[in-house]
């Protein structure tokens, strides 16, 4: 520690020139420290700004991935639940048609005992006094329990092949019913 009284005191002029000197060496050191200081607290400013910025732009990056996976969440709930009821929608019409095919077994079997019973010499009903609206009636009667489109297609198909005014035992008044059925109830 410089003992300031006793060189003011001495007066040695060599030592306050000396003195002189240090305190302004050491005062241009003290400068160029707080300059370094100054520098590096811009730097610090600099670097917490872009701090901010890129703590900013990371939340924002957050919130919109976490917005998205939302989203994703709720597409795939939606597409589960769609999944689903057409699953339940297959499941429904294989059962019907496993319904249909053991009762086409069963009258397959009823026709073939029939068959062997002597019936063979079956001959289609005389249909030429009925009207167009006992034709509808009829038509109407044979899509009754009809639930579904696909229900309605086969039933039709079905139809056709039997009542055809090609077929033996068709019949053109109760074919053309049967189209103007289905055309309704298709619409």
Known sequence: MIDWEDII???????LKKLKLFLFQENLRLDSEKQKLASEKEELKKLQDSFMK?????????N???RRTTQERQRLRQENLFFDKKMDILKDGFRALEEDRRKFEREKEEFESGRRLGMSDFSAPDLSDLSESDFDAIACV????????????KRYKDLVK???PDNPGGDARLSSAINRYYNQMKK
């Open 9 to 15: 005191q001495n007066e040695n002029e060599d030592e």
């Open 54 to 62: 890129d703590r900013v732009s990371l939340r924002d990056e957050l």
């Open 64 to 66: 919109e991935l976490n």
């Open 142 to 153: 044979l899509f009754s329990d009809i639930t579904s489109p696909g229900m309605l297609r």
């Open 162 to 164: 039997i009542f055809h």
